[in-house]
């Protein structure tokens, strides 16, 4: 009869291995098999020796490589590992050769019963204790007719075989006498039990790679994208906000505003109380990457809501009283359009320094940052508390930023913004030849944030911007002047405004106390020098300050609650060439509480609710409410 078989060359490393380790080897052998042991024993290392090969199924025979399953954790800390080597030898023909070669080691070597019968095995050889534990505990162990052990001899699979049967039968028979100090039926049972948890732990990892292997294949052909991840941002915002009295403001319109014959602003009373709304705002985040450092941001918006409190304002302070920030509609009164929110891209040029450059920058996302007033709303929540009021102009624009972060304590950034008309639609500024990116509403802005330690971050911004009129001799922008201004109360009679250039200086810090409390503020003061049209020059100062405290964590893990106190504009210089805004000389201020409760990792509740006293700077109107809920969804 002819058997296929591959003998082998095996060294097994057994420093530092206890006396009961040998044993574990031969029963974990004897357990599973050959192949199987390999396994136990760890990885093992295989090379094909060179020599003539009979036929191409020989060859595949002699060239494959085994491959081990994993070690159980129990048994990879206490076994040794292998190094097998293959060689080929002749095939027996028949059963009797087989035989002969399979008891060649037997009949080759002589029983011994003290591992001092063999004398080439000495007390500092490293696997001295194995061999007495085998040859003295288990008898199981042969030497050489010569007496000698020849340990740094290979050793042929049929060999270790008729080593393993050896051992077999000798543990067999202490079993069956229950010998006391030899093994035990009890040691059986534990190797069972290995072999069974063994057992389990590959069927667990063969059903996880397979798990894992039909997840990777769903995913290679249902993927987005191999390099743009898509996330999301959507708030459902219910809001109901209460005058408690007729409210004083200044312009025709919340959008209009003009003198009258004496040269005052016009005003007009609003009585009745806004609805209770339900609205929506979504951002959808695309963000694109090349080589793993660069991000290409994109995020699209659309939009239904519309403030309750926009009646009561006065022309020009659109969007800075008391309005939660998800209440708004990306473009000015226009529901459920789809815009092109911020387009930019973001790049390293070292490990320290990485720009930005695009043609719809967002502002927020670079300069006057706050830990409590974060960018995906978890903070206080208002207009007037997600940014300084006297700096975002332009919030969105065509330019590029600068950030450096010379080491962990400071950080610089400075970036050249060209206004691109936010919230109105038509064509953008920067992209318009009349207007271009230098020809209109532009800034520069440069922010210096210091760390004195991981809890507190203070950051200096200085900024200069360029203001246009808006084509009837009037200022009409939302920041830094929130109103409407002209050339004073002669009606624009000294030929109206040309525009304005305005310098804005800041501090903002946050300070996380201790984990569970932490304060955070604001201050902005900026000087605005008008151009009016008959050559003559003018200068408006206003200032603007928050003051809140933060307590993180409050009641839930994640969560966060927030109280503010908040001034969006108060004049100091200037109050006559205010058309709109200036009121009766009050200051207006606000209230704002927030909580940030997170439901689950994608849902959140957020309730809040506002106080504004002496609303558009007019010190005897009513104080109006403002209570908010609002759901946020994040993916």
Known sequence: MSVSYEPVEIKIKLEDMPNTDALKILLVGITYGIAPLYALLGTPTIAAETSPIKNSEESAQIERQFKPPALHKSL?????????HHQETAKPDSLAE???VTNAPTSNMAQVTSVSQLSDVQPTDWAFSALQSLVERYGCIAG?????FRGNRALTRYEFAAGLNACLDQINRQIAGTTANLTTKEDLAVLQKLQAE?????????GRINTLE?????????????????????YFSLTGTNAGGTIKAEGTTPLVASRDDQGNPIQRRVREDSEVTFSHLVWLILNTSFTGKDSLMMVLATGNGEPGITPYTSAGQYLTAGVPFTVHSPLLFESNKLILRDFYYTFPISDKVKVTVGPRVNWY??????????????GASSFSSAGNDLFTNPNRGSGA??????NNYLELRAGYMAENEEYLSGIRTAANPTKGLFGRSNSFTAELTVKPNSRTNIRLTYSHQNLPENGSGQLDVRRPIAGVLDDGPGGRSNGGLGGAS????????DWLVTRRFGLFGRYGYASAHLQVKDGSDADVNVQTFQAGLAFPDLGKQGALATLSFVVPMDIIKGRRFFVSGAGDGGTQYEIEGSYFLPMTDNISLVPSFYAIVNLNNFQDNPTVFVGHLRTQFSF
């Open 76 to 84: 990879a800390t206490s076994l040794p590992n292998l190094t097998i």
């Open 98 to 100: 087989l035989e002969s």
């Open 144 to 148: 050489y007719p010569d007496s000698n």
């Open 198 to 206: 063994f057992g389990a732990e590959l069927a667990i990892l063969r």
């Open 214 to 234: 039909a997840r990777t294949t769903e995913l290679e052909s249902n993927q987005f994208s191999t390099t743009t991840k898509l996330s999301g941002l959507v």
């Open 365 to 378: 996302a670079h300069f006057d940052k706050n830990v409590f007033n974060p960018g995906d709303l978890s």
């Open 401 to 406: 930023v600068v950030e450096w972060y010379p």
């Open 502 to 509: 305005t310098d804005v200086v800041g501090v903002n810090f």
